[in-house]
């Protein structure tokens, strides 16, 4: 999206704290870095910026931006309003403070850029990434919530049609969001590395349940 599919636009990428927005932001760079040179035509050295909160291609007018949070209600309010952008990266969003006020202030902005980036033919979109948190914070709760109402991904979507797709994403999704997880062993790994993961995490299953086996647990479970 970044390098070759959008024009003139800025896309946001959120977390828990400013420290591991920026972390995104250089491991993105690093993955630009690690591209062949044909790749990388648009970019240019002496007029693209790049530092720790910020990557722009200046030939394409493109955008990346670092976002951080709202330390309390006010401030998560006055961010949340700040973002009218297409593109937004919500990542650690069950960690994110006040992350329901910071989520509402922004959602009408933001459905407003979607709507005019769909409008020119731009790419858009709401990604929100995130380990759960415990459902006794108010955050884990909302995050937890906003999965709950999704439509569940299924790779039988990917032989559908675009109207296929979306008639179904309406019909079941309260929120038009599609959940995806994945787990170790849909990413390859098996029962001798979750093994192996329970006694490096020196057997806290707490941490294990969390981290490892995306269970939304209550602190006193």
């Not at 990346?64 to 961010?79: E, M, N, P, V, Y």
Request: one cysteine or more; glycine letters at 4%; a negative charge.
């Amino acid at each position: 999206v970044f390098l070759f599919t959008a024009t003139n636009f800025t896309m946001v990428f959120s977390n828990k704290q400013l420290e591991d927005s920026r972390l995104n932001i250089k491991r993105f760079k690093s993955i630009v870095e690690s591209l062949p040179s044909y790749l990388k035509l648009h970019m240019d050295t002496k007029k693209d910026t790049d530092n720790i909160d910020l990557v722009r291609i200046d030939s394409l007018n493109n955008t990346i931006r670092s976002l951080s949070t709202g330390k309390d209600k006010a401030s998560a309010d006055k961010l949340g309003r700040g973002l009218n952008i297409p593109i937004l990266w919500l990542d650690e969003f069950a960690f994110l403070n006040n992350n329901e006020i910071t989520y509402k202030a922004a959602r009408p902005a933001l459905t407003k850029a979607s709507e005019a980036a769909k409008q020119s033919g731009q790419p858009y979109g709401i990604t929100i990434t995130t380990t759960p948190n415990n459902l006794d914070e108010p955050e884990g709760m909302f995050c937890y919530k906003m999965i709950e109402k999704a439509a569940k991904f299924n790779e039988d979507w990917y032989d559908w049609d675009d109207k296929k797709l979306f008639d179904f994403i309406d019909k079941n999704s309260g929120n038009n969001y599609v959940s995806v997880k994945y787990m170790y062993y849909d990413l390859g790994e098996d029962e001798n590395w979750l093994k192996r993961q329970i006694k490096d995490l020196e057997g806290d299953m707490m941490t294990v349940k969390r981290e490892i086996l995306l269970e939304w647990t209550f602190a006193s479970s």
